[in-house]
């Protein structure tokens, strides 16, 4: 539902606020307050796993029990996720960005004086369930700000710390666990947040009161713990390299029964209010964005996963010197986000995608045909900045092409459906990869390994020269096939992307039917 627009300093006229053009001044303002609470929440998945190990040494505990400071949080943001649509309705969304970023920060101060693995793994939790909340809030803020027709360039400014997280966590992980102590992976956190609460609380439009939204209690029973099962147990195969595990296969078919059980509640005619309203899913614009965005996160994200192993297993480097390796795709994903928020609002978000995506397979392409136990890392650097520029134009005008055709009341459980959709797709897609790669590795003879928990295997020092570089050619092989099957899925993404709108998209003539003209302020 609606909240009536309240006027403010930082208030354009009415054009400005639905209109097309830059991003003024008040909008900017918005964006920086919701990338930085999106910083905290991506970057804190990547940098804590960089510090397991340490972390087992540190607080005395096995790796299996410590493995649960990772699977907590990712449990926990998928049980809080669902529930963020109705909550942003409920509460206001400034209220609930300020209630999330406050519960991260909290938890990342006990997490950070946490005694031992059991109370690390509580205040993780309690941290997941703040984080879950700062992504769909953040984007539903910063779209209702920016109006439909700049939706492309406010979602390419989320995307930075959404593609970044992953190539500089390990980066700042490593150092901080190497040259100062872990337990600063948690403080770094409690700055960041405390300057984010001071800039939401004065830049964010203030809340409107409005009438009570009733939450769908079955829905939420049924789909918080089905995602949260799911998860886990394609999270848990990814682990342990199988998935005929009983526990994993109780846990992952039990987690797809209670979401599908969802899927057919919510689209009940009778439910006039569901958790998050899947006939939104039914709309062109929206369906087609959400097959491209499963796709091409489950390609990226399995090859996020390997290619940090392949610099450390294979080449024998560090983790820091990894995520090094990795920066030329971040690179990338800059010099096209910008550019390719604005030709989202400009063209239409289709035609930005298939070119998003060809860039992408050229990438891929160049991953699959160079991975040897001696490529050049020049060479792996320009397929990653390749890969970069096709991020940057994928990932953020895919989801753009689904919120552009929204009207400001559908937009927080769109943005909602939108995140679990990308949390779900990067689960399955890491624990395919790494279901490939295994298999791959068995068959080349190496008996498993590399899609473990970060490690992988250690290779004895003391082989003989012609062996270690023949079991390292076996490697690079297994590496090599995975990355074609990562090839696939973004060529197959090209089906639904051909679905998608090739034109500026209109929000009164989407096939959503018209939609109600309001200023939204830039406050």
């Known amino acids: 539902m609606t909240a009536p627009a309240s006027p403010s300093a930082m208030d354009g006229p009415p054009s400005e606020a639905a209109g097309g053009g830059g991003l003024d001044r008040g909008v900017l303002a918005v964006a920086m307050v919701v990338v930085l609470g999106a910083i905290m929440s991506i970057l804190d998945v990547t940098v804590v796993n960089v510090a397991l190990k340490h972390l087992t040494e540190d607080l005395d505990a096995s790796l299996e029990k410590i493995q649960w400071v990772a699977t907590g949080y990712t449990l926990a943001l998928a049980t809080v996720i669902p529930v963020t649509g109705w909550a942003s309705a409920r509460f206001g969304t400034k209220r609930l960005y300020m209630i999330s970023i406050g519960l991260f920060v909290i938890g990342s101060a006990l997490a950070g004086l946490a005694w031992n693995a059991e109370s690390l793994i509580l205040f993780r939790v309690l941290q997941g369930l703040g ?136 689209l009940r005619p009778s439910n006039e209010n569901p958790l998050i309203d899947l006939r939104l899913f039914r709309r062109r614009a929206v369906a087609s964005a959400s097959g491209t965005l499963v796709l091409f996160a489950c390609s990226v994200f399995g090859a996020m996963l390997i290619l940090p192993l392949y610099f450390q297993q294979v080449r024998g480097e560090s983790a820091m010197a990894s995520g090094l390796l990795l920066a030329p795709q971040g690179f990338g994903a800059m010099v096209t986000m910008p550019a390719g928020g604005k030709l989202t609002d400009r063209i239409g978000a289709g035609k930005v995608v298939i070119v998003g995506l060809v860039l992408s397979i050229l990438g891929a392409a160049g991953f699959a045909l160079q991975i040897t136990p001696d490529a050049s890392y020049w060479g792996i650097g320009g397929a990653l900045f390749v890969m970069g520029l096709g991020m940057g134009m994928t990932m953020m005008p895919t989801m753009s092409a689904a919120m552009q055709t929204l009207s400001h009341a559908e937009v927080p459980r769109a943005s909602t459906g939108l995140n679990i959709l990308q949390q779900v797709a990067a689960s399955i897609g890491t624990a395919f990869i790494a279901v490939v790669l295994t298999n791959q590795l068995k068959n080349e003879g190496l008996g498993g390994g590399g899609g473990g928990e970060g490690g992988g295997q250690t290779l004895p020092t003391n082989l003989p020269a012609d062996v270690l570089q023949g079991i390292l050619q076996k490697m690079s092989n297994a590496f090599q096939h995975t990355y074609w099957w990562s090839l696939v899925l973004l060529v197959v993404a090209f089906v639904p992307a051909l679905l998608m709108p090739r034109h500026r998209v209109d929000p009164s003539e989407s096939d959503a039917g018209p939609v109600e003209k309001q200023h939204v302020p830039m406050h």
């Open 131 to 266: 984080g879950g909340m700062i992504m769909p809030a953040g984007m539903t803020i910063l779209t209702q700000a920016a109006g439909p027709k700049r939706v492309g360039q406010v979602m390419s400014i989320v995307g930075i710390p959404m593609l970044l997280g992953p190539i500089l966590g390990p980066i700042l992980g490593g150092w901080l666990v190497d040259d100062v102590s872990w337990r600063w992976i948690f403080y770094i956190n409690v700055p960041i947040g405390a300057v984010a609460l001071v800039l939401s609380a004065r830049i964010l439009k203030r809340d409107e009161a409005q009438p009570a939204e009733r939450l769908d209690f079955l829905g939420l029973l049924l789909l918080s713990p089905g995602l949260a099962a799911l998860i886990y147990g394609l999270a848990t195969g990814a682990a342990k390299n199988d998935f005929g595990r009983t526990d994993v296969l109780i846990t992952a078919i039990g987690g797809a029964v209670l979401v599908v059980a969802f899927i057919a509640h919510a």
